[in-house]
């Protein structure tokens, strides 16, 4: 194994044995949605209780290092904590679930996907949720990162008239994105309707 789409895989395959729901987001879910790029960047949201660590750690066996005990802190915390895979040192960042209606509603958004050439389809996050994300990742960044704000436009153009305008405009109102979305449908040459 020596990429993030390989490491995908092993990962959906552990999550999905441990009967754990989760979906792969960040640049490769915005790859997927639009244009590709570059990255090393394995970024995964995962729906996981305390209760599910051991499985999802035997799961991993020896080719991990996985700290259980930090699992535990980042899901009490609804946090972050990350996997190694030993034999490359690549990492994954796993983002537990944040206990919103938004969050709620990427679970249930999220679709199968093939990352890269995989023949097995994993969960990914919906292209409204990931442009959402990049907005959100953007404001963050002081509206400088020209990286979010290029996924962003690379999902628009390739999504274009495919995209969910009502739950974008939904979120993007709630979380207080309306602004930053309208310069990108504007950069975009994306009309709604």
């Given at each position: 194994m020596?990429?993030?789409?390989?490491?995908?895989?092993?990962?959906?395959?552990?999550?999905?044995a441990?009967?754990?729901?989760?979906?792969?987001?960040?640049?490769?879910?915005?790859?997927?949605?639009?244009?590709?790029?570059?990255?090393?960047?394995?970024?995964?949201?995962?729906?996981?209780?305390?209760?599910?660590v051991e499985a999802?750690?035997?799961?991993?066996?020896?080719?991990?290092?996985?700290?259980?005990?930090?699992?535990?802190?980042?899901?009490?915390?609804?946090?972050?904590?990350?996997?190694?895979?030993l034999?490359?040192?690549?990492?994954?960042?796993?983002?537990?679930?944040?206990?919103?209606?938004?969050?709620?509603?990427?679970?249930?958004?999220r679709?199968?996907?093939?990352?890269?050439?995989?023949?097995?389809?994993?969960y990914?996050?919906?292209?409204?949720?990931?442009?959402l994300q990049?907005?959100?990742?953007?404001?963050?960044?002081?509206?400088?990162?020209?990286?979010?704000?290029?996924?962003?436009q690379?999902?628009?153009?390739?999504?274009?008239?495919?995209?969910?305008?009502?739950?974008?405009?939904?979120w993007?109102?709630?979380?207080?994105?309306?602004?930053?979305?309208d310069?990108?449908?504007?950069?975009?040459?994306?009309?709604?309707?």
């Open positions: 020596s990429d993030p789409e390989d490491l995908i895989q092993i990962l959906a395959r552990a999550f999905d441990a009967g754990i729901t989760y979906w792969v987001g960040g640049s490769m879910a915005s790859t997927i949605h639009g244009f590709a790029r570059l990255t090393q960047d394995v970024d995964i949201v995962a729906d996981m209780g305390e209760d599910q999802f750690v035997a799961e991993l066996a020896d080719r991990f290092y996985a700290d259980p005990d930090m699992m535990r802190e980042a899901i009490r915390t609804r946090s972050s904590f990350n996997i190694i895979y034999a490359t040192m690549m990492k994954a960042d796993i983002f537990i679930m944040p206990d919103t209606d938004w969050a709620r509603s990427e679970r249930a958004r679709q199968r996907a093939r990352v890269g050439q995989s023949a097995e389809a994993v990914v996050a919906s292209a409204e949720d990931m442009i990049k907005l959100e990742s953007y404001r963050l960044t002081g509206e400088r990162s020209d990286r979010q704000w290029g996924d962003v690379g999902m628009l153009k390739v999504q274009g008239k495919a995209l969910d305008f009502d739950y974008l405009r939904r993007a109102g709630e979380l207080g994105l309306n602004q930053l979305l310069h990108a449908f504007d950069d975009a040459g994306i009309k709604e309707g």
